[in-house]
């Protein structure tokens, strides 16, 4: 299997995803014309998936393209929760054993949730990296293959496929909002949307708490590393690997711009998305309309797209951000 990640490469992912996996649907929010400027907005509803979230696509096509062996022996991943499901998933739709190694602090619900999804869970540490050197373990021990969240190129080849989507429909498009963590989705993303519609800006969008890795690595030109404060947009936290190989890069080339917002955006964007549109969403997958709601896009061309995310919300914390909450409780994980 080629590792390059090209047009091409999103574009065979395209073909290969199967029908409960994609295309998703795109849907019309006037509601956020005014804050954007009047232009004509999309939310792009990645939370109609199988697992509620765009990570069922790269982990489907990662699945897809392993070779025969390696699909014998199984995969894993230590993941924070969509990944996590995502994979369990999509391994077990493809008859693939997954081990799913999760640390303590990710929350129940999205424990239950790979399980049900049909992945075996191990519970390791209290960090990602203990969860991770049991992933670690696994590989050499075990002869398990680790598909991780976003520096992979089939794993960024499948989230790229969104990018192809809003074209198929929308023709052209002006502008992306979408949430930035590792970079596997915004990087894609771009990269494919740019390849059929240059001139398309794409912004990625985290959190201003001080743990936006791939916004801090972009500043000062290099991988930098930073804390994992709590924040709504849980999904949104975490590093990108010392030995990252593809997202920063990706990233640096192909993104716009980057845009930090606070908690309390986030809170309503999540309460916005629901009241106006019915959609469920964590704050990870909230923060486009966050981000034109509080008029933290200036102008941008249209149409514009957000990606909407991450159905998987834990109900509690989502009830609690509907009646007002602005942030986590101190103490209080998502
Ligand atoms: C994983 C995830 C992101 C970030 O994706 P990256 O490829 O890591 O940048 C954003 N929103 C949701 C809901 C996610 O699960």
Same mark, same amino acid.
């Given at each position: 299997m080629s590792t390059a990640i090209t047009p091409a490469a999103i574009r065979a992912a395209r073909a290969s995803l199967p029908s409960d996996v994609a295309p998703s649907p795109l849907l019309r929010a006037r509601w956020l014309d005014a804050a954007a400027g009047g232009a004509a907005v999309w939310l792009k509803d990645e939370t109609w998936g199988p697992t509620g979230a765009f990570k069922i696509r790269g982990a489907t096509h990662a699945v897809a393209t392993l070779p025969a062996q390696a699909r014998e022996r199984g995969v894993t991943t230590a993941s924070t929760g969509n990944h996590g499901r995502a994979l369990a998933h999509a391994a077990a739709s493809q008859g693939v054993r997954a081990v799913i190694c999760l640390s303590s602090l990710v929350p129940?619900?999205?424990?239950?949730?790979?399980?049900?999804?049909?992945?075996?869970?191990?519970?390791? /540490?209290?960090?990602? #990296?203990?969860? *991770?050197?049991?992933?670690?373990?696994?590989?050499?021990?075990?002869? &398990?293959? +680790?598909? =991780?969240?976003?520096?992979?190129?089939?794993?960024?080849?499948?989230?790229?496929?969104?990018?192809?989507?809003?074209?198929?429909?929308?023709?052209?498009?002006?502008?992306?909002?979408?949430?930035?963590?590792?970079?596997?989705?915004?990087?894609?993303?771009?990269?494919?949307?740019?390849?059929?519609?240059?001139?398309?800006?794409?912004? /990625?969008?985290?959190? #201003?708490?001080? *743990?936006?890795?791939?916004?801090?690595?972009?500043?000062?030109?290099? &991988?930098? +590393?930073? =804390?994992?404060?709590?924040?709504l947009a849980d999904s949104l936290g975490g590093g990108l690997g010392a030995d990252n190989r593809y997202t920063f890069s990706l990233c640096r080339d192909w993104i716009d711009d980057v845009v930090l917002l606070c908690e309390a955006e986030i809170a309503a964007g999540m309460r916005a998305l629901h009241a106006e549109q019915g959609l469920v969403a964590e704050g990870g997958g909230a923060v486009g309309p966050a981000a034109l709601l509080a008029e933290r896009i200036a102008h941008p061309p249209g149409p514009v797209v957000c990606i909407i995310s991450g159905a998987g919300i834990d109900p509690t914390l989502f009830r609690a951000v509907l009646a007002g909450a602005d942030a986590l409780a101190k103490g209080e994980e998502p």
């Amino acid at each position: 299997m080629s590792t390059a990640i090209t047009p091409a490469a999103i574009r065979a992912a395209r073909a290969s995803l199967p029908s409960d996996v994609a295309p998703s649907p795109l849907l019309r929010a006037r509601w956020l014309d005014a804050a954007a400027g009047g232009a004509a907005v999309w939310l792009k509803d990645e939370t109609w998936g199988p697992t509620g979230a765009f990570k069922i696509r790269g982990a489907t096509h990662a699945v897809a393209t392993l070779p025969a062996q390696a699909r014998e022996r199984g995969v894993t991943t230590a993941s924070t929760g969509n990944h996590g499901r995502a994979l369990a998933h999509a391994a077990a739709s493809q008859g693939v054993r997954a081990v799913i190694c999760l640390s303590s602090l990710v929350p129940q619900n999205k424990v239950d949730a790979v399980r049900v999804a049909g992945g075996e869970v191990r519970i390791v /540490g209290d960090t990602q #990296d203990e969860a *991770g050197e049991e992933v670690a373990r696994l590989v050499r021990e075990e002869g &398990l293959t +680790e598909i =991780p969240p976003f520096d992979h190129p089939a794993v960024i080849a499948g989230q790229g496929t969104i990018g192809l989507e809003l074209t198929e429909v929308l023709g052209t498009v002006g502008t992306v909002l979408v949430g930035l963590s590792g970079g596997g989705l915004a990087g894609g993303l771009a990269l494919a949307l740019k390849s059929e519609c240059p001139q398309a800006r794409v912004i /990625g969008l985290s959190p #201003d708490h001080g *743990g936006a890795a791939m916004h801090a690595s972009l500043q000062a030109g290099h &991988l930098v +590393e930073v =804390p994992e404060p709590p924040s709504l947009a849980d999904s949104l936290g975490g590093g990108l690997g010392a030995d990252n190989r593809y997202t920063f890069s990706l990233c640096r080339d192909w993104i716009d711009d980057v845009v930090l917002l606070c908690e309390a955006e986030i809170a309503a964007g999540m309460r916005a998305l629901h009241a106006e549109q019915g959609l469920v969403a964590e704050g990870g997958g909230a923060v486009g309309p966050a981000a034109l709601l509080a008029e933290r896009i200036a102008h941008p061309p249209g149409p514009v797209v957000c990606i909407i995310s991450g159905a998987g919300i834990d109900p509690t914390l989502f009830r609690a951000v509907l009646a007002g909450a602005d942030a986590l409780a101190k103490g209080e994980e998502p």
